[in-house]
């Protein structure tokens, strides 16, 4: 009798311990979060009351790199709390390691498998695809991923061992399609022979349920990706690689299908509008973006964008409601995205006061927008008589909520010709369109051709006494409607000698 209450009582201890390693204790602002998305959540696209799937999706977690077992537990930890319902799934766009591939080891994966254990609720699978830094064009890393995940991390995946070696994932989850292809570096499009069979597999599915979305996840998609993905309005493609930040639209894209880059859980990358690696961004590992993605009843999807560093969600949610064979479902098309709220500065004026004779000191207010992107970046250059410097800066990828955004920024150029300079100050949005330019005269003046079509700053400077020509290319599928000039009488030849001021030249284009 008493061995049996004895065995009674470690069977209690046992079923509370798992009890408490996987209940979690929420704050405030968890609490805050489950009633703003879920409980009082309301839209005619989304039915947040009536959730039948539930999943994390995230990207490039370089386990190895520093701080990132920290970082990953960190957001696994913070899924946990905030889904409301269960954390069906874990998705991890490729790069879940830092140098698997690159040294043929296999630590990382170890240190990778031991931070989800630890954290993950244990009803939750694991999807995971193999980015670049996870295999190697001559060893393959499958197998060694394989082994050390173990049984348990296949739990969802209905392909048979032999399959998943050759790069292939197909899971299901909660009646839901999740295809998936390891990075294959003899390929051209990365993706290789696996492409024919997702192909293959996409026909199948889509078929027999054409109005429920199908998850799809390669980590690092080239043109042949997309051709093949474009024949099925039902994919939602999921990638990494860029390490593109979610904080504003550029980061879901939607053609014939819905394209949604990551993000990503160890540092961001940031391009200028000329496609150049921007430089001072800052700590730019103090970074981890990811998703929290819920479908409903009806099969439309809310995508949550997730700030795992400062645990708080970028506004607005994206809905993308059930698949329509007009492809009406799309509401993020380049068309339908809203570029109209140009970025503008309402202080054009720079503070001097801490420059010296050779070093050009200066410091701006920060531009406003009425969009819901924040401002991706400002474009600073310095005109001398026979050269351009430009200085870029960005802070708002580190930044949640836009009243936390500097209300002022500094920039410094050294070596600057004391009596002929010029500064002009421009702000972006993610869609490349500028603001009005902030203007700095000294010995050399502008002409500014500014439009009602968003679009990149138009901006040269000159010595007074140059001959200037005006030449303006509408873009495309828009006609000049009319042109006027300020600061300058402006002839049918578009020509004039520069004046000692700048001259603003507004261009009105109309629809062709």
Same mark, same amino acid.
């Given at each position: 009798?008493?061995?049996?209450?004895v065995?009674?009582?470690?069977?209690?201890?046992?079923?509370?311990?798992t009890?408490?390693?996987?209940?979690?204790?929420?704050?405030e602002?968890?609490?805050?979060?489950?009633?703003?998305?879920?409980?009082?959540?309301?839209?005619?696209?989304?039915? $947040?009351?009536?959730?039948?799937?539930?999943?994390?999706?995230?990207?490039?977690t370089?386990?190895g %790199?520093?701080?990132?077992?920290?970082?990953?537990?960190?957001?696994?930890?913070?899924?946990n709390?905030?889904?409301?319902?269960r954390?069906?799934?874990?998705?991890?766009?490729?790069?879940?390691?830092?140098?698997t591939?690159?040294?043929?080891?296999?630590d990382?994966?170890?240190?990778?498998?031991?931070?989800?254990e630890e954290?993950?609720?244990?009803?939750?699978?694991?999807?995971?695809?193999?980015?670049?830094?996870?295999?190697?064009?001559?060893v393959?890393?499958?197998?060694s991923f394989y082994?050390?995940?173990?049984?348990?991390?296949?739990?969802a995946?209905?392909?048979?061992?032999?399959?998943?070696l050759?790069?292939k994932?197909?899971?299901?989850?909660n009646g839901?399609?999740f295809?998936?292809?390891?990075?294959?570096?003899?390929?051209?499009d990365?993706?290789g022979?696996?492409?024919?069979?997702?192909d293959?597999?996409?026909?199948e599915i889509t078929?027999?349920?054409?109005?429920?979305?199908?998850?799809v996840?390669?980590? $690092?998609?080239?043109?042949?990706?997309?051709?093949?993905?474009?024949k099925y309005?039902?994919?939602?493609?999921?990638?990494g690689?860029?390490?593109?930040?979610l904080?504003?639209?550029?980061a879901?894209?939607?053609?014939?299908?819905?394209?949604?880059?990551? %993000?990503g859980?160890?540092?961001?990358?940031?391009?200028?509008?000329?496609?150049?690696?921007?430089d001072?961004? %800052?700590?730019?590992?103090?970074?981890m973006?990811?998703?929290?993605?819920?479908?409903?009843?009806?099969?439309?999807?809310?995508?949550?964008?997730?700030?795992?560093?400062?645990e708080?969600?970028?506004e607005?949610v994206?809905?993308?409601?059930?698949?329509?064979?007009?492809k009406?479902h799309?509401?993020y098309?380049?068309?339908?995205?809203?570029?109209?709220?140009?970025?503008?500065?309402?202080?054009?004026?720079?503070?001097?006061?801490?420059?010296?004779t050779?070093?050009?000191?200066?410091?701006?207010?920060?531009?406003?927008t009425?969009?819901?992107?924040?401002?991706?970046?400002?474009?600073?250059?310095l005109?001398?008589?026979?050269?351009?410097?430009?200085k870029?800066?960005?802070?708002?990828?580190?930044?949640?909520e836009?009243e936390?955004?500097?209300?002022?920024?500094?920039?410094?150029?050294?070596?600057v010709?004391?009596?002929i300079?010029a500064v002009?100050?421009?702000?972006?949005?993610?869609?490349?369109?500028?603001?009005?330019?902030?203007l700095y005269?000294?010995?050399?003046?502008?002409?500014d051709?500014r439009s009602?079509?968003?679009?990149?700053?138009n901006?040269t400077?000159?010595?007074?006494?140059?001959?200037?020509?005006i030449?303006?290319?509408?873009?495309?599928?828009y006609r000049?409607?009319?042109?006027?000039?300020?600061?300058v009488?402006?002839?049918?030849s578009?020509s004039?000698v520069?004046?000692?001021?700048?001259?603003i030249?507004?261009?009105?284009?109309?629809?062709?």
């Amino acid at each position: 009798m008493k061995r049996k209450i004895v065995i009674l009582i470690l069977l209690v201890i046992a079923i509370l311990t798992t009890s408490c390693a996987t209940s979690v204790k929420l704050t405030e602002e968890d609490k805050e979060f489950i009633t703003r998305y879920y409980t009082e959540y309301e839209s005619d696209l989304f039915d $947040a009351e009536n959730i039948v799937l539930t999943f994390a999706a995230m990207s490039d977690t370089h386990i190895g %790199g520093k701080n990132q077992p920290e970082k990953l537990a960190k957001a696994i930890k913070l899924l946990n709390k905030r889904a409301k319902y269960r954390l069906d799934a874990l998705l991890f766009a490729g790069d879940l390691t830092d140098v698997t591939g690159y040294k043929v080891q296999e630590d990382e994966i170890s240190i990778f498998k031991k931070v989800i254990e630890e954290n993950k609720d244990k009803n939750t699978s694991i999807l995971y695809i193999l980015g670049n830094h996870d295999v190697n064009d001559e060893v393959s890393m499958s197998p060694s991923f394989y082994r050390i995940f173990g049984e348990a991390f296949y739990n969802a995946n209905v392909l048979e061992k032999e399959e998943i070696l050759s790069g292939k994932h197909h899971w299901i989850v909660n009646g839901y399609h999740f295809l998936g292809a390891d990075f294959d570096w003899s390929a051209d499009d990365y993706v290789g022979k696996n492409l024919e069979w997702i192909d293959t597999k996409l026909k199948e599915i889509t078929e027999k349920e054409p109005n429920k979305p199908v998850f799809v996840s390669v980590h $690092a998609p080239r043109t042949n990706v997309d051709r093949v993905l474009s024949k099925y309005p039902q994919v939602i493609l999921l990638t990494g690689h860029t390490h593109l930040p979610l904080n504003s639209d550029r980061a879901i894209k939607q053609t014939t299908y819905t394209h949604l880059h990551c %993000g990503g859980m160890y540092y961001y990358r940031q391009y200028t509008v000329d496609n150049k690696l921007m430089d001072d961004l %800052g700590e730019i590992h103090n970074f981890m973006q990811g998703y929290l993605i819920d479908v409903d009843k009806n099969h439309n999807v809310r995508v949550i964008r997730m700030d795992f560093y400062h645990e708080k969600a970028y506004e607005p949610v994206w809905i993308i409601p059930a698949p329509i064979e007009d492809k009406s479902h799309l509401l993020y098309t380049e068309e339908l995205k809203d570029k109209s709220k140009r970025p503008y500065f309402e202080d054009t004026e720079i503070d001097l006061s801490d420059s010296m004779t050779y070093t050009f000191v200066g410091r701006f207010k920060a531009a406003k927008t009425e969009s819901t992107n924040p401002i991706e970046l400002y474009e600073i250059k310095l005109w001398q008589t026979d050269k351009v410097d430009t200085k870029y800066i960005s802070t708002y990828y580190a930044i949640t909520e836009k009243e936390d955004f500097p209300d002022e920024y500094e920039f410094r150029f050294i070596r600057v010709d004391a009596d002929i300079h010029a500064v002009s100050i421009s702000a972006y949005d993610c869609h490349g369109s500028s603001s009005n330019n902030i203007l700095y005269n000294k010995g050399l003046y502008f002409v500014d051709i500014r439009s009602n079509v968003p679009g990149n700053a138009n901006i040269t400077a000159y010595r007074p006494g140059e001959n200037v020509r005006i030449k303006i290319t509408p873009p495309s599928g828009y006609r000049i409607e009319s042109i006027s000039a300020e600061g300058v009488e402006l002839d049918d030849s578009m020509s004039f000698v520069m004046p000692e001021n700048n001259v603003i030249v507004n261009v009105t284009y109309s629809k062709r």
